[in-house]
């Protein structure tokens, strides 16, 4: 008998577990033929039937998300406790936990901060300003969204600031200029191409003055880190890579050098759902680990089980308007199921508001077969969620955002962790600066940039410093000064004092919210006060989940902090830091030859690099805050969210899948998005969208849409059009009537098991009492391309929609 994780593959899946694990493997196959099921047994059948160690297998995931739901899988497979051992999670939660435990190899230190997006814009925002006038004066005008996205692309690829800008200035035009894949920032100015490379320097440099890192320097050190020190990932016996296709140059690397030891890799992708090109995702990575790992074998999967027949063909339309894709195979088992349905509203409020109640019906019509926790809205952009999540609030719908509004970016929760950051790393400036005068001290710019001239002049830290004055150290200070620094300094200093005796860190930000009276200050503050607060509780019972080891990213880490039992060379994995010394920082030339400290300076700083490199409950909990700020948001994704209507980009429904979504705004300037340099990327995304659908597919579009606070016409998305024009059974006006034959089919799909028919004609019942528009039958069509009403004149549900529900 084969092993239960062998059960119920098909043969081309049962070849891709099994493939030999020193043979590199691609498995390429469309959405839902089970890729990521098959990375997971493979996980499984290699330490069940290979014998290797879990804490030798590297598996990446694109998420956070995506690592926890593997990590689920897994563990059914394999258990709770073997699953902990595998190092799973993103890129930069793997280098995040590598590099604390071997920075100085890197030239960093242990406890540097990683800074998240906001931070950097500051930081960019502050090292653009001298130049606006100048530019003003030209007419010329550099954004900060410009700067940061060269910077990191440029990163992406590993280029330093000197290199961007060779590469940037030598870039010459091509013959046919705007061709779609030409990056638009190549065609600046060569002066503004110079003042971006001259921030990048400059910004590189405060981020190491300040002991920090951002988010794609976690990727560049990695790299950094594994390419120069091969040791570093000599416990790992095998990698393993979901979502391939949308790796940068940095990813690849990093993978490249993790599996340099073992050169077994297995990777899964799609190339029809890479949807990062704007990332500096490369598609060509393929055929680099072809190049790389000349034996490499690829397996193709062609069956999906997730999707109802009319859903994948609907969505395999649309993804093969783009004529320069590979076609590929991709059938189902699976029945036809009701066709996905594609309407058209008059304007933008009457569609969020029939999607509020289209949710409801289906779930009355369905006998609660269907719970809120089924359904996803999928938006192209963020700020399109404010309506959805109005129209579901008024008809009481509960709903959680899914890299939306993220959790981590919020004021109050940046405040309150950049005290934390503080008391981790004195010299983090961004979190000095904003929270030297929160709640307000009346400590104004002026006072600020004193101290921080003053901690330069005297090589410290700002927090240093501002300790100092406070306790007289500084001389010519006047009094007020001191007396304002008070406040700030002693929370810092008990918080401090707190962290190193390893107190819990809900418990230090508990002791921190009563030190600075932060619940007054936001309620002096804040209009919005309450909710602020609900968030400062949300983030203790954040803290505590990670004391539990409940959040991925923090198990991750210790996984792979862990002591390598498995591995030969298991000595020296156990023994590295502590042999780094000084004599080995000189050899690799991280310290100038004959600066070695003499023997007690050497034990001090031993000690300090003791306590810098050791993984803290507080850093622990840093680093999974920050990281959860990449691109998606956990904190929303609480545990009762399965019984809450999910609102997301499509960009993080990546991988993932649902009974029913609808995606609304299909219209031109949304599919494609109006800032788009790629069209076929767009393309793809809308395809990526519809394909995480199992049993209902709505696609919608208004006639006009509010924009800037003006009503301006809209229309339905070429993307569908086309396909419409081409064949118009492929989509359908009319709702689902969900009779007895569809929800039999439903529940095949979703392997559920069949509401009891009383249950449903109750539901119903009991939904006709109440809806509020029981109008929206399945005989309600909007004809697409509609005029559109006057502005005029209020829009009203027309008597002809009144028709016979199911
Ligand atoms: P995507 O490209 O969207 O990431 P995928 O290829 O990774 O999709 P999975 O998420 O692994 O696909 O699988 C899609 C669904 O199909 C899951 O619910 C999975 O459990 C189911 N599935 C995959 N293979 C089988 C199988 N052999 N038998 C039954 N169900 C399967
Ligand atoms: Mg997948």
Redesign the pocket.
């Known amino acids: 008998m084969s092993a239960h994780y062998l059960q ?3 043969p081309a ?1 049962l070849r891709s577990v099994e493939h030999p694990a020193n043979i590199p493997l691609q498995i390429l ?10 990375l997971t047994s493979r996980i499984a059948h290699l330490i069940a039937h290979h014998a290797l160690p879990p804490s030798s297998i590297c598996a990446v995931t694109f998420t956070n998300k995506a690592a926890g739901e593997m990590r689920a899988r897994l563990a059914t497979l394999i258990g709770e406790e073997r699953t902990s051992q595998v190092r799973m999670g993103t890129f930069h939660a793997l280098c995040a936990a590598f590099l604390r435990r071997h920075a100085r190899r890197v030239g960093l230190e242990g406890n540097f901060t990683v800074c998240d997006a906001d931070e950097s814009k500051k930081l960019v925002a502050k090292l653009l300003k001298p130049y606006k006038e100048v530019l003003a004066e030209s007419n010329l005008t550099l954004k900060e969204g410009t700067v940061l996205s060269m910077m990191s692309k440029a990163k992406a690829k590993g280029y330093t600031a000197g290199d961007a800008l060779r590469i940037w200035t030598e870039w010459k035009a091509p013959p046919r200029a705007g061709a779609s894949k030409v990056d638009p920032d190549m065609f600046l100015p060569e002066d503004l191409k110079r003042i971006v490379a001259w921030i990048y320097k400059e910004y590189e440099k405060t981020l190491r003055d300040t002991n920090s890192l951002d988010f794609d320097d976690l990727l560049l050190f990695g790299v950094k880190l594994f390419g120069e020190h091969k040791k570093v990932a000599t416990w790992c016996r095998h990698v393993l890579v ?2 391939f296709q949308d790796t940068n140059t940095m990813q690849y690397d990093l993978m490249r050098h993790i599996a340099a030891p073992s050169r077994c890799v297995t990777v ?1 992708g ?1 190339p029809d ?1 890479s949807i990062y090109g704007w990332r500096s995702a490369e598609i060509q990575n393929l055929a680099h680990m072809q190049r790389d790992f000349p034996s490499t074998v690829q397996i193709f ?1 062609e ?1 999906n ?2 999707s109802t027949a009319s859903i994948l063909a609907a969505s395999v339309a649309i993804v093969s308007q783009d004529k320069t894709r590979i076609p590929k195979t991709l059938h189902t088992t699976h029945p036809a199921g009701p066709q996905p349905v594609l309407y058209s509203f008059p304007m933008d409020q009457i569609e969020v508001s029939f999607i509020a109640a289209e949710i409801k019906r289906l779930v009355a019509y369905t006998g609660g077969m269907l719970g809120w926790g089924d359904f996803v809205v999928l938006l192209r952009y963020n700020s399109l969620s404010r309506g959805i999540e109005n129209a579901l609030r008024k008809e009481g719908i509960p709903n959680r955002v899914l890299a939306g509004h993220r959790f981590f970016e919020r004021m109050e929760i940046k405040d309150l962790l950049a005290y934390l950051q503080l008391v981790d790393n004195p010299h983090f400036l961004p979190a000095f600066s904003r929270i030297i005068n929160v709640p307000g001290r009346t400590i104004g710019e002026k006072t600020v940039s004193e101290l921080l001239l003053r901690a330069e002049e005297l090589k410290l830290s700002p927090v240093e410093v501002t300790e100092r004055i406070y306790d007289g150290k500084v001389p010519d200070i006047k009094p007020p000064v001191k007396r304002k620094l008070g406040p700030f300094v002693e929370a810092l200093r008990t918080l401090r004092k707190l962290a190193n005796e390893g107190t819990a860190p809900s418990k230090l930000i508990r002791c921190l919210l009563a030190l600075v009276k932060y619940e007054d200050h936001l309620r002096k503050t804040q209009p919005d006060w309450q909710s602020r607060w609900d968030n400062v509780l949300e983030l203790i019972n954040f803290a505590s989940e990670v004391e539990g080891g409940l959040v991925d990213q923090i198990s991750a880490s210790n996984g792979l902090e862990d002591e390598d039992r498995g591995v030969d060379d298991e000595e020296e994995w156990d023994n590295e830091p502590e042999e780094l010394d000084w004599e080995e920082l000189e050899d690799e030339g991280l310290v100038e030859a004959g600066k070695a400290p003499a023997a007690k300076a050497k034990g001090k700083a031993k000690e300090t690099r003791a306590i810098n490199d050791r993984d803290t409950p507080l850093r622990l909990f840093l680093q999974a805050s920050m990281l959860s700020t990449d691109t998606e948001t956990e904190k929303n994704d609480d545990k009762d969210s399965k019984d809450k209507v999910t609102i997301a980009t499509c960009h993080a429904a ?4 649902w009974p029913v979504v609808m995606i609304p705004a299909v219209e031109p300037g949304v599919f494609p998005s109006s800032r788009a340099d790629d069209i076929e990327e767009e393309r793809r995304l809308l395809y ?1 969208a519809c ?2 659908a199992q049993g209902l597919l709505y696609l919608s579009h208004s006639t006009s849409r509010m924009f800037l606070g003006e009503v301006k016409p809209a229309g339905l998305s070429e993307f569908v059009s086309a396909v419409v024009l081409q064949n118009k059974h492929l989509f359908t006006e009319r709702l689902p009537a969900l009779s007895r034959h569809d929800r039999t089919l439903l529940a095949k799909v979703l392997q559920r098991t069949l509401p009891d028919e009383s249950e449903v004609s109750r539901q119903i019942a009991e939904y006709k009492r109440t809806a509020k528009h029981p109008a929206w039958g399945d005989n309600a069509v909007f004809a697409v391309n509609k005029p559109r009403p006057q502005s005029s004149e209020p829009w009203t549900f027309p008597s002809s929609f009144q028709g016979a529900l199911p």
């Open positions: 119920n593959l098909n899946q196959a469309g959405p839902g033929s089970g890729k990521t099921k098959v979901d979502e899964v799609d759902q999967l069956q089980y997730r990546k991988g993932l899948e990526v394909t995480r």
